[in-house]
């Protein structure tokens, strides 16, 4: 920034291509500023680098070589040099020259024989310009770097809520304990799969797919709802007691409304945690709950949580199970393509069966699961199933 309380710091780069000219220009700058010249367009461009750069230029227009507006195209073209205040000084004086010289980037426009008054008031006031619109970015890069920085603080802020929330519901089943986890990284990988997919493409920006991977940890939050013991029997659920616990997708759709009419305002990875939340039970073919519908018109969201779900359910341990293999998993899934699940997204998962074994084997539950998932990696390394 200029620093107009101590102008001798404030460098000003003349470039005339006649001495007298710039002797005389000279003599009348040298006692305020830091004056330095050129007299070419040439050496003039050269003697700009990032570490001399002046605080404003006075340009000669009629100059051989390269004249003064072929001069500050170049300048306003750098990124390094355009916000460079350039002050023409030409004794061509007719409208259309000024009206060009504008045109091009000119801050002002001094016709010869210069007036000394003249040029040293239109310096200051274009240094003062100067000085001011530096202050302007200097602060708005700071307010810049501050929302930034605050914007980080409440993002994160943001995760560990929702982990926070999330897992209340996860540790009521101590099985379970790094499900979310383990889903919210199928989910993301499924998502990045499948963003280039024409059916996907639109939905799954860079953006959404960071908001799903936030979301997901909700998916199962209406479980806190749900008595324990419905949700802890260790055996099958009567009739009676399946339709409680098919209650948690309204549930958690329900408490996750709750809290945005607290928000008081509509917040994106709400809105898809909801979508999650309320359809990740639905079936492609219109069998599963709570709404029954079917296809495409179960969200994106919900129909890739579907899959990940499933999966980890299938592969991990419940207190009502033990854990299936990978093959069996993978076969059920299979089986469960356009019926079940979104079948393209069943392709991805095909694509993606490595992936989803490392994530698997990163999140685990128990050192028992440990011993499970490395037996389970061992025997898939050589055959994925396709």
């Known amino acids: 920034m200029i620093n107009l309380n101590n102008s001798k710091q404030t460098t000003i780069l003349v470039v005339e291509d006649t001495i007298e ?21 040439k050496k003039a461009l050269k003697a700009i680098t990032k570490d001399n750069l002046p605080d404003i230029i006075l340009l000669d227009v009629m100059m051989p070589e390269l004249n003064g507006y072929e001069v500050i195209v170049q300048l306003k073209s750098n990124p390094l040099t355009r916000e460079i205040p350039v002050i023409f000084l030409t004794a061509m004086n007719s409208i259309e020259d000024e009206k060009r010289g504008l045109e091009l980037g000119a801050a002002d426009y001094i016709t010869k024989p210069i007036s000394p008054p003249i040029l040293l008031a239109r310096v200051k006031t274009q240094l003062e310009n100067k000085a001011a619109s530096d202050f302007l970015k200097d ?53 990045q799969k499948l963003k280039n997919h024409p059916k996907f493409a639109t939905f799954l920006t860079e953006q959404m797919i960071d908001t799903l991977y936030r979301s997901a940890p909700l998916h199962d939050i209406g479980k806190v709802g749900i008595p324990d013991s419905i949700l802890l029997k260790p055996g099958r659920l009567t009739p009676e007691e399946f339709e409680i616990m098919k209650t948690h997708t309204t549930l958690g759709r329900d408490a996750i409304s709750h809290a945005e009419k607290q928000l008081g305002m509509e917040v994106e990875f709400l809105i898809i945690a909801k979508e999650i939340a309320y359809h990740h039970q639905e079936k492609y073919d219109g069998s599963g709950y709570p709404t029954g519908i079917s296809g495409e018109n179960i969200p994106i969201s919900a129909r890739l949580m579907a899959v990940a779900d499933v999966y980890d359910a299938l592969v991990s341990r419940r207190v009502y199970k033990e854990p299936m293999t990978h093959e069996q998993a993978v076969s059920i899934i299979s089986n469960g393509k356009n019926r079940h699940f979104d079948g393209d997204i069943v392709d991805a998962f095909l694509e993606l069966q490595d992936e989803f074994i490392a994530i698997s084997a990163q999140f685990v539950d128990t050192n028992k699961d440990m011993a499970l998932k490395e037996e389970m990696i061992a025997q898939a390394q050589p055959k994925i199933i396709k």
């Open 21 to 41: 000219n710039l002797s005389l220009i000279s003599s009348l700058l040298e006692k305020l500023y830091r004056v330095k010249l050129a007299n070419s367009g």
């Open 139 to 191: 602060k708005n890069s700071y307010l810049e770097a501050e929302i930034a920085k605050r914007t980080i603080e409440i993002v994160a802020i943001q995760n560990v809520t929702i982990m926070v929330v999330a897992s209340l519901a996860e540790t009521r089943d101590l099985d379970t304990g790094n499900h979310i986890r383990r889903t919210q990284h199928y989910v993301k990988a499924l998502a």
